[in-house]
Every structure is written in C-alpha cells, then in structure tokens.
C-alpha cells in the first residue's frame, strides 16, 4: 500500500456500522440495543428478535467470515495459543498497549472517549478480544467471536458518532475517530509486533506459527470492515507495512504519556511492596522499541533492565531445551501464567471488566497445568455508548 492510499485511510469510518449508530441514536434506541446485546455472547445464539430492524440486518449482514478463510489455518493458529497464549497475552500488556499509546491520535481518541486513568478497561476489552478470537473454532459453532467482533464495529462506530458531534474532534485535521488507518495500526500492533515483542523476550516463536497467528488477524480485520486492500496477506509484507506506515507514525503526546503511566500503576499492583518497583518498566523497555519508551517516558532502571535482559538469555536457553526437558517447558508456561493470572485477578478487582477465559482454552491449559484462572471471571458487558 502506497503512503497516499494509507493516508486515506484517515478518513474512512464502517459505513455499515455507522448507518446503525446513526439510526440509532436519531430514534432514541440506544439503551434499549444495549440491554439486548448484554445477553449475545456466543456464535450459536439466534439473533435476538427484539432487535430494532437496521441492528438485525446488520448482524445478519457480518455473522460469517471470509470465504478465504481455511479451518487448517485457524486450528493451527489455536494450537499454537495453546502452548503459547499466556506469553501472547504477557507481550500484548507489556508492549502492545504502549505502542498503542505512542500513536498520538489514538491517545486522544482513547482519552475524550474512556478518560485518563481508566486502563483496566482498555486492556480488558483488548485481553477479552484476543481470548474469543484463539478460542477453538472462533468463527464457528461453539464459538464466542463472531457477537465479539460485531459488537466491537457497532462500539467503534458509536465512538465515531459521539466524538464528532462533540465538537472536540477536528475532523478536517484529524481524520475521523477510530478511522480504518487505527483499524490497520491495531491490528498490527497485536499482531505481527506482538510477535516481535515475544521474540525480543526469548520466547521462540516459528515462522509458521507467526504467520498462522497473522492469518487469524487477518481474518478478524476483514470481519471488523477493514478493506481488504489496506491488510497484506502475508506476514512478511505486513511486517513491511508496520514499519513503514504504523511505527513511523508513533511520537511523544501528553495524553500518551499519561496513558502509559497509569498502564504502569496497574501492573504495579501485581508485585506487592516496593522491592519489585521497576520490573514491570524494565520489561515494557525490553519488548518495545527504546525510542517509543522514551516518548512515553517510561522510567529505566540499571538493575531491573540487567534482571529482565538476563531472564530473556534464561528464557532462550530453556526454549531451546524445552523440547526436551520438562522442566524448562514448566517454567515457561507458569511464568506467563503467573503474569496472566494476576492480570484477570487485578482487573477484576471492583472494575468493570469484560474478560472471561473461553472454556475449551480453560480446560486445555487446565489439563496441562497452565491456566492463569481455575475458573472464569464474572462479566460486565461493554455498552455501545462510550
């Protein structure tokens, strides 16, 4: 994709989505979709019949994925979450949320719409996201993916709604809010930079699975309304796009820098007393670029950043073992497990959170001793009036 057909991407929203919240919001009917979609949570679920017509059609019009889409890629893109999930998640917090936030309009678009010290809930939208869609058959029966995607077109298109008509967003100079360039950005930030960040911690990811995970993005970007044209098929040409048009947009911002630091109170709470202070900075700066850790003014720590950078030797040394020493395969998986579990235990902590562990992912980390949760966590569902 050449610069001018990315930049374009700036000032394109879902028309689909957009023509739903727009009727929506003309006819007063808002509240009443949201006490409607609270209980639409699985693939299998009939689409609710007291649906206001323009939501039915929607949902109808995006219940089934791409015809492109090859079960062989999907279930090997879950047997690779299996094994490898909780260090997916563990990279997605450290690094995914920050390069996230270095994105300047992002930030401002993240703050007008949930406020400045509100991470739990941006991170446990994500987590939730990232969990349906690396359930076994996602897309399929059995699956919680498919109301999770929609419902998340008709939040982004609400936000859309609502930040324009506020008068605090410049769409002449800003493009429209939750526009397809933040839909590509996402998309590639939690996926083929997730995939960097586990690699920059020791964790061995092969290309195979790389590109099966991105496959399964892939899929998930073409069911949100991105354009097909605006996401590469192949790994290697996304890693292309990254850098070239999604890195090279990131810089300092207040409301990024804020955003980062209450990201870092959050998983503070994770390490009880003063004594771990550090660690969780020294591991942002060890999964994401140095540059984008100075922009959002991530604090560094000379014996937390020698602590993490020795782990990751340790981490690498064991993967190459892991094949055959049970165990270094335990440690791997508790430490990411460990880190996740903590995760769930702190967001649900009196927040209001949408994240819950899919069952078969449960059972089978369960079954091999490497769930983060023994059960799931209790749910609120997301509204679509931000």
Not at 105 to 129: K, M, V
Not at 160 to 180: E, I, K
Not at 197 to 206: A, E, L
Request: with cysteine; net charge negative.
């Amino acid at each position: 994709m050449d610069t001018a057909a990315f930049e374009a991407l700036k000032f394109q929203g879902d028309p689909l989505a957009d023509a739903v919240i727009a009727d929506l919001v003309g006819t007063n009917r808002v509240s009443v979709v949201n006490e409607v979609l609270e209980h639409f949570r699985t693939n299998d679920q009939p689409i609710p019949e007291q649906l206001p017509g323009p939501v039915r059609e929607f949902l109808v019009l995006t219940d089934n994925p791409p015809e492109w889409v090859e079960p062989d890629r999907v279930a090997r893109a879950y047997d690779f979450f299996i094994d490898d999930g909780v260090h997916v998640a563990s990279v997605l917090t450290f690094g995914a949320m920050v390069n996230c936030y270095a994105h300047a309009r992002a930030s401002r678009a993240l703050t007008l719409t949930h406020g400045l010290n509100q991470p739990h809930r941006r991170l446990s939208e994500t987590s939730q996201f990232v969990m349906n869609m690396m359930g076994r058959d996602a897309f399929g029966s059995g699956g919680s993916f498919v109301p999770t995607i929609q419902k998340t077109r008709l939040i982004h298109a609400a936000v859309r709604h609502f930040l324009t008509a506020s008068g605090r967003w410049d769409v002449a100079v800003d493009g429209v809010p939750v526009c397809q360039q933040d839909m590509v950005g996402a998309l590639l930030i939690f996926s083929v930079q997730v995939i960097e960040g586990m690699r920059r911690m020791g964790i061995s990811v092969t290309e195979q699975e790389a590109e099966d995970y991105y496959y399964v993005w892939r899929a998930a970007g073409a069911m949100l309304g991105i354009p097909a044209e605006a996401v590469p098929e192949s790994i290697h040409d996304a890693r292309e796009l990254s850098a070239a048009m999604v890195e090279s947009v990131y810089g300092p911002s207040p409301e990024g820098v804020v955003l980062t630091r209450h990201l870092l109170d959050l998983y503070e709470k994770l390490f009880p007393g003063k004594v771990f202070d550090g660690i969780v900075a020294a591991m942002i700066r060890q999964v994401v670029n140095p540059e984008v850790a100075d922009w959002m003014e991530v604090p560094k720590s000379r014996a937390w950043t020698g602590v993490v950078r020795a782990g990751t030797r340790l981490v690498r040394a064991l993967e190459r073992a892991e094949d055959n020493s049970a165990l270094a395969n335990t440690i791997l998986d508790r430490a990411g497990a460990i880190l996740l579990g903590g995760s769930v235990r702190n967001l649900t902590d009196g927040q209001s959170t949408t994240l819950t562990i899919p069952a078969d992912l449960r059972e089978r980390w369960e079954a091999e001793d490497r769930s983060p949760v023994a059960t799931t966590t209790r749910t609120t569902a997301r509204s679509v009036d931000p």
